[in-house]
Each structure stands twice: as structure tokens, then as C-alpha cells.
């Protein structure tokens, strides 16, 4: 069974860059065949997908995050990360990691982090 | 790119059918036959129910079933359930020279 998690600040000043990482278990990241993603839902609102990262270090990111949106993968330690910088508050979100099998199809998700953008 | 567009909310008595609509645009729902719909219960992460428009992954129920027509996409449930009750979010590709994924604005499913 796959599992994944996030892990990082849950507060991170305005300005400042937001990292997350995401560790994966039961299954390797660098067997291929998957897409490794990050998707956000603002409190009480909708989901936005950030962009995904193939192990071979491929990037994808949506075109309106994409200027400050940077996702890595680490195969060695079968983690992905994403770093969001200058954030503000409009970036308070829930934050998901998640395996994509390609074409949006998110098997498995971690369960959640809440990233607060605030001074 | 905007959300795709869905109900805000559907209801509907127990072991009855409903139908959530998704609506897009000729550059995703209508172009490609990759749309996903979520589940997500209360402070939980979302579930895939339904992926390329009509298929369901191993454990979703049949009682869910997907189509599309056009640039909209639909998800019915049929013989609802009390644990149905949740939200509901369908997902489009929607990138043309390089891969890019837009999510619909949610429905909130009430079983009365």
C-alpha cells in the first residue's frame, strides 16, 4: 500500500519561501510510471493543481503558479518537495501530495498539511 | 485558465440518483478524454472516484458511473447513500504543449 506525507513549517512569514516535502512509502518513486504532484485547497474553497515531477526530475507546473513554483524529487530518499516563494497570504492553503498514474488520475494522497502565510 | 464549472450544491433522498454536472471549455473537458472526479469527506483527502471520464478504480462502488458529452462531464451517483454525502470535484486536463490539470469548483452532496 502506498502511502504518502507531508511534512514542513506550518507558518511561514509573507515573502518568504514555502517548503514542503513529501515521503513516499510503499512503492519507490524511481520504478517510474507515476507522476508526483502537489494540489492545494484554500480554506473552504476549491482544489488547485500546483504541478508534478516525474522521477527522472521532469517538471510541470500550472502556468499560473509557475513563476514561483519549484518541485524536486529526491529519489534516493523517495521524497518530492515543492518550494513556493514570495508568498502572501493569498497562499494559505492545505497542501496534498499525491500520485498521478498521468492524466490527472490521483491514486493516493497524503492526508493534508495547513500552511499559514502570516507576519 | 478558469475552474471548471460545477453545481454548488445537489440533494437528494436516499437510494435515489443524482447527477453532477462539469462544465469546461473546447481546451479541456471538450478536447481530451482525461477527466477524474474526487470525493472528499470533511477535513479529509479527496478520493478518486471516476478517471478518464467513465472509469472506476479497484474498491469504487458501481453505484458511481461518469460520461461526457461535449465540453461537459457528469458523475452520477445512483442508490444513494447516507456515506455519499460530501464533496465533490471534477478534474480536467487541460494543457496543450505541456501537461496542465484544472480542477471544477465542487459540489456539495446532501443526502436528506
Known amino acids: 500500500q502506498v502511502q504518502l506525507q507531508e511534512s514542513g513549517p506550518g507558518l511561514v512569514k509573507p515573502s518568504q519561501t514555502l517548503s514542503l516535502t513529501c515521503t513516499v512509502s510503499g512503492g519507490s518513486i524511481s520504478s517510474g510510471g507515476y507522476y508526483w504532484s502537489w494540489i492545494r485547497q484554500h480554506p473552504g474553497k476549491g482544489l488547485e493543481w500546483i504541478g508534478y515531477?516525474?522521477?527522472?526530475?521532469?517538471?510541470y507546473y500550472n502556468p499560473s503558479l509557475k513563476s514561483r513554483v519549484t518541485i524536486s524529487v529526491d529519489t534516493s530518499k523517495n521524497q518530492f518537495s515543492l518550494k513556493l516563494s514570495s508568498v502572501t497570504a493569498a497562499d494559505t492553503a492545505v497542501y496534498y501530495c499525491?500520485?498521478?498514474?498521468?492524466?490527472?488520475?490521483?491514486?493516493?494522497w497524503g492526508q493534508g498539511t495547513l500552511v499559514t502565510v502570516s507576519s | 485558465q478558469s475552474a471548471l464549472t460545477q453545481p454548488a450544491s445537489v440533494s437528494g433522498s436516499p437510494g435515489q440518483s443524482i447527477t453532477i454536472s462539469c462544465t469546461g471549455t473546447?481546451?479541456?473537458?471538450?478536447?481530451?478524454?482525461?477527466v477524474s472526479w474526487y470525493q472528499q469527506h470533511p477535513g479529509k483527502a479527496p478520493k478518486l472516484m471516476i478517471y478518464?471520464?467513465?472509469k472506476r478504480p479497484s474498491g469504487v462502488s458501481n453505484r458511481f458511473s461518469g460520461s461526457k458529452s461535449g465540453n461537459t462531464a457528469s458523475l452520477t451517483i445512483s442508490g444513494l447513500q447516507a456515506e455519499d454525502e460530501a464533496d465533490y470535484y471534477c478534474c480536467s486536463y487541460a494543457g496543450s504543449s505541456t501537461p496542465y490539470y484544472v480542477f471544477g469548483t465542487g459540489t456539495k452532496v446532501t443526502v436528506l
Open positions: 499525491a500520485r498521478d498514474d498521468y492524466g490527472g488520475n490521483c491514486d493516493y
Open positions: 478518464e471520464v467513465s
Open positions: 515531477i516525474y522521477y527522472s526530475g521532469s517538471t
Open positions: 473546447s481546451s479541456d473537458v471538450g478536447s481530451y478524454n482525461l
